[in-house]
């Protein structure tokens, strides 16, 4: 099993940045890829971003790219999202993900652990 608690959300105003964190307890050793997804009201879950265990690979939706950084510390068994130039569309539920299986991706069906999210909220 492994546990995720994301931290970092928050209401930021059209233009800001923000910086989530997740933290990863129990068997995370057997913790491949990591992912971000985002829900917003009334919408599916989607996918935002994902990196590989060595955080050497990462790939992001096309909405985010060029914009969100993904990064992993594994010492710290961490995974931040940094979010820059935040539009509101980007006003979300934002939840973290880790795999057991997958290196990388971006399906939610790839992804085992789910944290219970935390609230983004990009004023206009």
């Known amino acids: 099993q492994v546990q995720l608690v994301e931290s970092g959300g928050g209401l930021v105003q059209a233009g800001g940045s923000l910086r989530l964190s997740c933290a990863a307890s129990g068997r995370t050793s057997s913790t491949y890829a990591m992912g971000w997804f985002r829900q917003a009201p009334g919408k599916e879950r989607e996918f935002v971003a994902a990196i590989s265990r060595s955080g050497g690979s990462s790939t992001y939706a096309d909405s985010v790219r060029g914009r969100f950084t993904i990064t992993r510390d594994n010492a710290l068994n961490t995974l931040y999202l940094q979010m820059n130039s935040l539009k509101p569309e980007d006003t979300a539920v934002y939840y973290c993900?880790?795999?057991?299986?997958?290196?990388?991706?971006?399906?939610?069906?790839?992804?085992?652990?789910w944290g219970q999210g935390t609230q983004v909220t990009v004023s206009s």
């Open positions: 993900s880790s795999s057991g299986k997958y290196e990388l991706g971006s399906r939610s069906y790839e992804y085992d652990y």
